[in-house]
T-cell receptor, first 116, second 113 residues
Framework: AQKITQTQPGMFVQEKEAVTLDCTYDTSDQSYGLFWYKQPSSGEMIFLIYQGSYDEQNATEGRYSLNFQKARKSANLVISASQLGDSAMYFCAMREVDNYGQNFVFGPGTRLSVLP | DADVTQTPRNRITKTGKRIMLECSQTKGHDRMYWYRQDPGLGLQLIYYSFDVKDINKGEISDGYSVSRQAQAKFSLSLESAIPNQTALYFC????????????FGDGTRLSIL
């Protein structure tokens, strides 16, 4: 069963508008972490934001915020005031404990295109 | 200098050749990972290592092997490359705390003809 679901293969947003990228996850652990990464066309993976399962406040990092709804098992990324440089693939990932310790699982990604 | 360095950055080779991709890190992390990314898709875990004496298979380990030569070095080998192993390969490291992200190298673009 897929542990991380990103239902939007592609998204478009107008420059300067906000956009929400969806992520739902599946785990039976009580302690886990959720991460978002950005992959521009140049290929590198850039860490954006982290949310812990016990964090009561939604995480924020500059223009990025994470809308964490634990009961619904969702961790959506919100990008405010989109810029052309935000055009990239975005991956949601979860760190949970497995039999070998803590490991990471990635979603399939969402390609965001910011329109001028 | 990059914290996680992968060499080579690009490689074109022929079917049947042995290939080694190397990864070194200066972050002092115990945990290292190798991932494969096919065009337009997410990351698939090939192998991971939580310390020098620990090697674990990921979801797609067939056709690959790894060596953890030191805490800072983790290499990936394709013993006999085949065209469907053409992909972008990432090395990553992480600390052992649950709130710490993975740190990725810039990737190796591997093409097998």
């Amino acid at each position: 069963a897929q542990k991380i679901t990103q239902t939007q293969p592609g998204m478009f947003v107008q420059e300067k508008e906000a956009v929400t990228l969806d992520c739902t996850y599946d785990t039976s652990d009580q302690s886990y972490g959720l991460f978002w990464y950005k992959q521009p066309s140049s290929g590198e993976m850039i860490f954006l934001i982290y949310q812990g399962s016990y964090d009561e406040q939604n995480a924020t990092e500059g223009r990025y915020s994470l809308n964490f709804q634990k009961a619904r098992k969702s961790a959506n990324l919100v990008i405010s005031a989109s810029q052309l440089g935000d055009s990239a693939m975005y991956f949601c990932a979860m760190r949970e404990v497995d039999n070998y310790g803590q490991n990471f699982v990635f979603g399939p990604g969402t390609r965001l295109s910011v329109l001028p | 200098d990059a914290d996680v360095t992968q060499t080579p950055r690009n490689r074109i080779t022929k079917t049947g050749k042995r290939i080694m991709l190397e990864c070194s890190q200066t972050k002092g992390h115990d945990r290292m990972y190798w991932y494969r990314q096919d065009p337009g898709l997410g990351l698939q875990l090939i192998y991971y290592s939580f310390d020098v004496k620990d090697i674990n298979k990921g979801e797609i380990s067939d056709g690959y092997s790894v060596s953890r030569q030191a805490q800072a070095k983790f290499s990936l080998s394709l013993e006999s490359a085949i065209p469907n192993q053409t992909a972008l390969y990432f090395c990553a490291t992480s600390a052992g705390y649950s709130n710490q992200p993975q740190h990725f190298g810039d990737g190796t673009r591997l093409s097998i003809l």
